[in-house]
């Protein structure tokens, strides 16, 4: 996780939809990004890392927005579930149907 203390808290207590505020990423090997965090699916019964995904993208101007845009993209993919795959929680359907082709022709 690339956010610690109350940041932290606010992302583990994130409702499905929702999404934390952007930050960026800056690791040593590459150049830095925008990330943030986005609850996929809804933590009952789960505990509190079920259906969180970090996203990243490339600096933009209004951030924010750019996020917003995303993640709505992102929420529409997570229908149909990607079964049986044990990730489904966080997986979109779309990377699971990509995964399996690829494994069919390797």
Same mark, same amino acid.
């Given at each position: 996780?690339?956010?610690?203390?109350?940041?932290?808290?606010?992302?583990?207590?994130?409702?499905?939809g929702?999404?934390?505020?952007?930050?960026?990423?800056?690791?040593?090997?590459?150049?830095?990004?925008?990330?943030?965090?986005l609850?996929?699916?809804?933590?009952?019964?789960?505990?509190?890392?079920?259906?969180? %995904?970090?996203? @990243?993208? $490339?600096?933009?101007?209004? *951030?924010?927005? =750019?996020? +917003?845009?995303? /993640?709505?993209? %992102?929420?529409? @993919?997570? $229908?149909?579930?990607?079964? *049986?795959?044990? =990730?489904? +929680?966080?997986? /979109?359907?779309?990377?699971?149907?990509?995964?399996?082709?690829?494994?069919?022709?390797?």
């Open positions: 996780m690339y956010v610690e203390g109350n940041a932290l808290r606010t992302v583990l207590n994130l409702a499905k929702e999404r934390s505020s952007v930050f960026r990423v800056s690791p040593r090997l590459r150049n830095s990004v925008l990330s943030w965090y609850r996929l699916r809804d933590t009952t019964g789960h505990d509190a890392l079920w259906g969180l %995904v970090r996203i @990243e993208m $490339s600096e933009c101007e209004n *951030p924010g927005d =750019r996020a +917003d845009e995303i /993640s709505r993209w %992102v929420l529409a @993919e997570t $229908s149909p579930l990607a079964l *049986p795959d044990g =990730r489904w +929680d966080k997986m /979109s359907y779309g990377i699971r149907e990509a995964e399996e082709f690829l494994r069919a022709i390797s």
